[in-house]
């Protein structure tokens, strides 16, 4: 394992402290973390699912695989071929997932030129190499193991077109390397409607070398809960399921209920996507009221937003203003001049964040 580079979000302490010298306190919009209640049905799974005491399955109950499934052909369009695997979230999935798959020195991983940065620590964690870029197909290197890939993206809120997952997809069955969507995002397409990895116009009846990440963190407000899913190829996910079984990587009980309920009760999803969409477009009509342009964006949980300024001259203006806000440096290198802005903030705190601007 290489050296981790030291933890981002430390950085914006001194700016955490000048915000909160402001007098109406601070608007925070950095951290993607979910602020609306979970939703009851989900509660009381949690509860109803409380009294099991022994150990339960790395695999998940049938009942949570056959929800997981089912979800994933409703709204992924995708097969019953695929295998699906519960994860601990999707934070930790992404950080242990290169090394699952036995990527390890000597080979590459690709992640996009503005990514989530775990996908860098999960490279790292691995002893692997890294390569930016936002189109795979122009590498020419056989140590290639692993594409990342993330649509809707995180910072930008960027979306990939079916016709350009189904290149990317063949392109890497080609070579022989597994390609992983993160599609954590997939259910809050705002301009666009997202497509799946899985989707059977991408990968055709059978997930071969496909993974798809997916995460009930935004979709249902259950960050704290760690519930997430990995779904795809049958045989990479039966890889990934011994490995965990050994590393004693298990999702409780009662989270797995939890589980259940969220993704089979489809009201709580639409009215938690109804907020977002009202937070999205006040916070986006003040943005660019005050001298913010906004790229992409076209689905996620952000604006991706620039004054044409280095990105920490623009932090610090916002602290001065008591806003904190994510710096798009964070994400790489291609974020020097953008600012990400979350929209987990109650409809309280954004209304102030648009006066403030």
Known sequence: MRRLPDYP????????????????GVVDLSIGTPVDPVPAVVRQALFDYGDRPGYPTTAGTAELRAAITDW????????????????????ELVAWLPTLLGVGPGDLVAIPRLSYPTYEIGTLLAGAD?????????????????????????PTGAVLSARRLAELVAWARDR?????????????GWETTPTSILDTEVCGERPTGVLAAHSLSKRSNLAGYRAA??????ELINRLLHVRKHAGMIVPFPVQGAMIAALTDEKHADEQRDR????????????RDN????????????????????TWDSIADLAERGIIAGPGEFYGPDGAEHVRFALTATDATITTATSRL
Do not use: M
């Open 72 to 91: 994933l052909v409703r709204h992924c369009g995708a097969t019953t071929a695929s295998g699906v695997l519960p994860t601990i979230g999707s934070k």
């Open 130 to 154: 890294i390569v930016r870029t936002d189109d795979p197909t122009t590498i020419d290197d056989p140590r290639l193991k692993l594409v990342w890939l993330n649509s809707p993206g995180n």
């Open 229 to 234: 899913f990995i779904a795809g190829d049958p």
């Open 9 to 24: 979000w430390d950085r914006l302490a001194p700016y955490r402290e000048v915000a909160g010298r402001h007098s109406g």
């Open 176 to 188: 022989g390397v597994t390609v992983v969507n993160d599609e954590c995002y997939l259910s809050l």
């Open 276 to 287: 977002y969409r009202r937070r999205r477009d006040l916070l986006a009509a003040a943005l």
């Open 291 to 310: 001298g913010w342009r906004i790229d992409h964006s076209e689905a996620g949980l952000y604006l991706w937003a620039t004054q044409g300024r280095n």
